[in-house]
């Protein structure tokens, strides 16, 4: 094929609106900025995607991986893009060959781009790179896409109650969903879509936002086909202006008998281990503590039974005060000998700020001895802004334990070891 014909043509990314839940994992992951969003739609900037393929696989609904032949200057724009409801039909064989597009360009496979020995050096340290897309070799199966979006399953609310200090201005709520006959199987790291009903502002109906699950795999109530979600109400944005989240605030404010219109279950990574002796190391911050908590109460059923030999269980919390920290009063009582807790709060009255990544290179002569073990395994979740000190304070711990990171890192994310969900 001729070579200007080839320059011109590229398998354009796309992803289809029909089935994205917005839940921020592309666009966090993507290392190149290539990602971008509004209220509504998630979009690739033609101009920018390199093809490294680094969004496919943490991309708990499939959504990301769409691709369309086309000629470099008929390229969806970002405006166009953000205005779909739907996917555009591929072109067609005779319209490609109108805009000069040959079969060997229709039928090529989109190359992901290799970075070489020069440019890592280079390039700026990327938290993301080492988080795994794989789940450990112990994980149970994970069932994912039961009910997609244009096919969602009704819940009814079986409980809601504020887990943060009663009264206080930022509220956190632990809801508990039943779906009665409805299968609805959900392991502990997964994660589920809400719908809120009505409409937006432009007349379309609301998409589904995405909540960790925050029970274990046998149901907030022990042997109930229910799970639970930590949901905070959302009433400023990250400018501190006055906002009101239109699914959080729907989640918060729901009544018990009250149906809601679930989608999901998604997450086929973020999974704990479920062999004996693993450890489990759990850093999170806010309502990243849900899959945490589903963990750790998992762990604790399995310590009842007597019949598990669980290894070490590690947590750092962080949260701005203990009052804005979920769960903070069951914590207290789980037994030191099952859990290692560390709290860390950012925004206590005459106190310096104190963040996870602080307690991480505190507690570093424990957490190198349980990084040498190929038994551990870490997970951490919470907003993107904590991700790159988490990462890098872990890379601090490994260094001064002789552990080289360049090895370690990769190492962690090849084994299914080292799971990052930041949003």
Same mark, same amino acid.
């Given at each position: 094929?001729?070579?200007?014909?080839? #320059?011109a043509v590229i398998q354009q990314h796309l992803i289809d609106p029909e089935i994205c839940i917005r839940c921020n994992t592309c666009e966090a992951t993507c290392p190149v900025d290539a990602i971008t969003h509004d209220d509504r739609n998630y979009v690739v900037k033609a101009d920018v995607c390199n093809g490294c393929m680094a969004c496919i &696989?943490?991309?708990?609904?499939?959504s990301i991986d769409n691709w369309r032949t086309m000629p470099r200057a008929r390229a969806y724009s970002i405006e166009e893009q953000l205005t779909w409801d739907e996917l555009p039909a591929e072109l067609t064989p005779e319209q490609l060959a109108e805009a000069g597009v040959g079969d060997e /360009?229709?039928?090529?496979?989109?190359v992901p781009v290799v970075e070489t020995a020069a440019s890592a050096i280079n390039a700026p340290f990327n938290s993301a790179a080492y988080g795994a897309t794989v789940p450990p070799w112990s994980a149970a199966h994970a069932y994912t896409n039961l009910y997609p979006p244009k096919k969602p399953t009704t819940a009814t609310v079986v409980g809601n109650f504020n887990?943060?200090? &009663?009264?206080? /201005?930022?509220?956190?709520?632990h809801i508990v969903l039943d779906f009665g006959g409805m299968p609805f199987p959900v392991l502990e790291g997964q994660s589920i879509g809400i719908v809120p009903p009505g409409v937006d502002a432009n007349g379309k109906a609301h998409?589904? !936002?995405?909540? &960790?699950?925050? &029970?274990? !795999?046998?149901g907030e109530r022990p042997g109930y086909n229910n799970l639970a979600l930590t949901v905070k109400r959302v009433t400023e944005d990250h400018q501190g202006r006055p906002v009101r989240g239109v699914a959080s605030n729907y989640v918060c404010d729901l009544k018990v008998g009250d149906k809601v219109q679930v989608v999901g279950p998604f997450g086929n990574s973020f999974l704990m281990p479920n062999h004996p002796r693993s450890n489990i190391v759990m850093i999170c911050t806010g309502t990243g503590s849900a899959p945490m908590r589903a963990m750790t109460e998992w762990r604790r059923r399995l310590r009842k039974t007597g019949k598990f030999e669980g290894g070490k269980l590690m947590l750092f919390f962080g949260a701005r005060t203990p009052q804005e920290l979920p769960y903070f009063g069951p914590l207290q009582n789980l037994p030191k000998d099952f859990i290692d807790i560390n709290l860390a709060f950012s925004r206590q009255p005459e106190q310096p700020k104190r963040y996870v990544q602080d307690l991480i290179r505190e507690r570093s002569a424990d957490l190198a001895e349980l990084l040498k073990d190929g038994h551990t395994h870490i997970y951490v979740c919470g907003l993107k802004s904590m991700e790159e000190g988490v990462?890098? /304070?872990? !890379?601090? #711990?490994?260094?001064q334990a002789g552990l080289a990171w360049d090895t370690l890192g990769p190492m962690l994310k090849a084994e299914g070891r080292l799971h990052l969900e930041t949003y």
């Open positions: 094929m001729d070579m200007a014909t080839n #320059v &696989s943490p991309c708990p609904t499939g /360009a229709q039928a090529a496979e989109p887990c943060t200090e &009663s009264g206080f /201005a930022s509220e956190t709520h998409f589904a !936002r995405q909540y &960790s699950v925050a &029970s274990p !795999r046998n990462v890098l /304070a872990l !890379r601090d #711990v490994a260094q």
